[in-house]
Nanobody, 124 residues
């Protein structure tokens, strides 16, 4: 299984970016898939995720109402980020837990596969 994240860049506060994550390999239809981020000097934190069977979506409080997670039928995952703030600056990672359960959807340590990360920088 491989995950390839893209779409990061430099944007002014209030702007928008759309991150993409292309998944390849033998992936089952279940589990959790989502986005995490890590700012300099901080731990990796949950951003958004969805249940691959059923599509229920979950968001961190800090991004709720500004970010939207989505997917298409070709195993691709997206993160639309609007109203960006300087504190959103981080490396963003997509991650997959093929056997993940609902209660672990926000736990980075329980994801098995990770993309390489894409840097998002929001200037004030």
């Amino acid at each position: 299984v491989q995950l390839q994240a893209s779409g990061g860049g430099l944007v002014q506060a209030g702007g928008s970016l759309r991150l993409s994550c292309a998944a390849s390999g033998g992936i089952s239809s279940g589990g959790n898939i989502g986005w995490f981020r890590q700012a300099p000097g901080k731990e990796r934190e949950f951003v958004a995720a969805l249940r691959r069977s059923g599509g229920s979506k979950f968001y961190a409080d800090s991004v709720k109402g500004r970010f939207t997670i989505s997917r298409d039928n070709a195993k691709n995952l997206y993160l639309q980020m609007d109203s960006l703030k300087p504190e959103d600056t981080a490396v963003y990672y997509c991650a997959l837990a093929p056997r993940g359960i609902l209660s672990s959807i926000k736990s980075a340590s329980l994801y098995d596969y990770w993309g390489q990360g894409t840097l998002v920088t929001v200037s004030s």
